[in-house]
């Protein structure tokens, strides 16, 4: 046998996958290895003393986090996005944010609303700024401290949806502030709402303790497993639908296209709890503890939203109805991981 049969085969450009037969996808090539904090035979995340600041912050809260699995750069997203992709996805329905935000404008379907709406917008829907904001944080926290850039980029594009979000009820403000100059809108009184007012008071308790849960993934749990999948049903789903029977069918579409990140995000965040549970057993325990923890302070968030659900708005919804059907949305996506983590698994 010659030297020439006994020579390695040569190593490709995507030598980093292994020894792999098959060549990686766009998403793999652009995504792989991309989170230099979990760089191979390093000594720390950061080139720093290792009892850094920085590095004791990701040791402790990324590295010795209950949430754990093996190779976490076998995760793969479902919908294996990528930054191009996003933005030519984003770019499509933006156009069908900023069209129906002109046609509704030309038909002044503003100042058609009733007044008890106009109350409903003005104490729930234009203070929800304050809300998607915190989700913005945390979500950008939990892909800083990502142990891998697989779950670093999905996280990085759900905190560019919660801007997108934010920034249309912020356009939405001004336009009902134009139209309803004395309803409040757009003024220091929907601060207040966020701070005093005793429905928001259990959201905003809610959005503040989850930003000072440093643990990555608790913090995952909190907010991309319970807090996000109940309140989205309140402030996307079920706002959407009173918004419909109030004669706001501009509030309904809106929801509609913009819960499209929602579930998009809940896709991935699934994903990541089905594989942790599966590369590592003991994570399903971490993640059930941490539900049962904030499941019921998201209940109560939910709750309170509701009772300006059912008090305000002329067409309204009992607030047992609204927290009712938030605790059974969630309660469907978190058995949902545990039914295919079990389907896996047998």
Do not use: C
């Amino acid at each position: 046998m010659s030297d020439h049969t006994n020579r390695p085969r040569a190593r490709r450009t995507f030598s980093a996958f292994g020894d792999v037969r098959k060549m990686p996808s766009e998403y793999e090539i652009v995504t792989h290895g991309q989170n230099w904090t979990t760089r191979e035979n390093r000594n720390a995340p950061f080139e720093q003393n290792p009892s850094s600041a920085a590095n004791l912050w990701f040791l402790t809260y990324r590295d010795q986090s209950p949430l754990q699995a093996d190779d976490w750069e076998q995760f793969r997203e479902p919908d294996s996005l990528t930054y191009r992709m996003y933005v030519n996805a984003q770019a499509e329905s933006e156009s069908k944010i900023h069209g129906v935000l002109e046609e509704y404008a030309q038909l002044g379907a503003d100042t058609k609303f009733s007044r008890g709406w106009i109350e409903t917008l003005a104490t729930l829907y234009t203070p929800s700024r304050y809300a998607i904001h915190g989700f913005q944080q945390i979500e950008a926290y939990l892909g800083y401290l990502a142990p891998t850039s697989y779950i670093t980029n999905p996280a990085g594009l759900a905190t560019a949806d919660f801007l997108r979000r934010v920034t249309t009820v912020a356009y939405r403000t001004r336009e009902l502030q134009v139209a309803h100059p004395d309803a409040g809108i757009g003024t220091a009184q929907e601060r207040r709402h966020w701070e005093q007012h005793p429905a928001w008071q259990a959201t905003r308790k809610a959005v503040e303790s989850a930003l000072i849960t440093y643990d990555w993934g608790e913090a995952f749990t909190a907010l991309n497993l319970v807090l996000l999948p109940t309140l989205d049903d309140v402030l996307t789903r079920q706002f959407g639908e009173i918004a419909l029977t109030n004669g706001d069918n501009l509030g309904w579409l809106l929801q509609s296209f913009l819960d499209a990140d929602n579930q998009r995000r809940n896709r991935w965040s699934k994903a990541v709890a089905t594989f942790a549970i599966g590369r590592r057993a003991e994570s399903a325990a971490a993640i059930d503890k941490w539900i049962g923890k904030w499941a019921p302070i998201a209940d109560d968030a939910a709750a309170g939203l509701g009772r300006i659900l059912e008090t305000l708005p002329e067409s309204g919804r009992p607030s047992v109805e609204v927290a009712a059907g938030a605790r059974a949305a969630r309660e469907a996506f978190t058995d949902s991981i545990l039914r295919d983590t079990n389907r896996a698994s047998a």
